[in-house]
């Protein structure tokens, strides 16, 4: 379930985006290299270990996610896990492992290196455009001959060398500003819907997880 609030704040939408490479590219690599070893020493029972650590890891990386989800973004995330048997340890780590909401989570880790290179990529291409656009008329004359060519300075299409001639880019770049902003809040916004669809519950997740906890409230009056 997402929060009623469809429209992310600013800072934390570029806080976010700017954070989501660096995560990605940690959790790539420690999923495939968990996940690598794990299977390659599958057989000695010593990647069986690895596996369920990296299945904990995963899960509680999960949580860290809706954390920082609902911290940066104000998307609050419900956590979809089913309740895990209390008949002793073998059961609860099949519980683990048949839950679709840690398969989704695992997902997510795996995605979230190439969004976040993507993300990445178009954040830092319109901002550094639209702020270098910006502040021209200020900048302008200590570049290299005191001017600023477009294209380059080998393709000298157009030159600007005063305060007058830089302000049309100036104006053009509040427009990139403005466009900026709008494309850091669509993607936070798309962003938060993603993490949603594969961290939240779903309706048949909703479902099993109100049958499992009328069971457990069940046992309890049999119980009791």
Known sequence: MVSERRDPPFGGSVVFLLMNLPLGV???GLLTSFTAAGLGTAVVWVG??????????????????RA??????????????????????????KGRVK???????????????????????????FWSTSLALAG????????????????????????????????????????????SVALTKALAGMHARLANALLGTTVAQR???ERSWADVEEQNLVAG
Do not use: N
């Open 26 to 28: 940690v959790a790539f």
């Open 48 to 65: 069986v270990g690895l596996l369920a650590l990296l299945l904990l890891a995963v899960r509680g990386g999960a949580r860290l996610e």
């Open 68 to 93: 920082r989800v609902y911290a940066l973004l104000d998307h609050y995330i419900d956590l979809p896990y089913l309740p895990l048997p209390a008949s002793g340890q073998k059961d609860r780590w």
């Open 99 to 125: 839950d679709p909401a840690t398969w989704r989570d695992l997902a997510y880790f795996f995605l979230l290196f190439p969004l976040g290179l993507v993300e990445f990529m178009l954040v830092t291409a």
């Open 136 to 179: 021209l008329p200020i900048y302008f004359r200590w570049l290299p001959d005191g001017a600023y060519y477009f294209p380059s300075e080998d393709v000298r299409w157009l030159t600007v060398d005063s305060t007058v001639e830089a302000l049309p880019w100036a104006a053009l770049g509040v427009l990139f500003i403005a466009l």
């Open 207 to 209: 479902r099993r997880m």
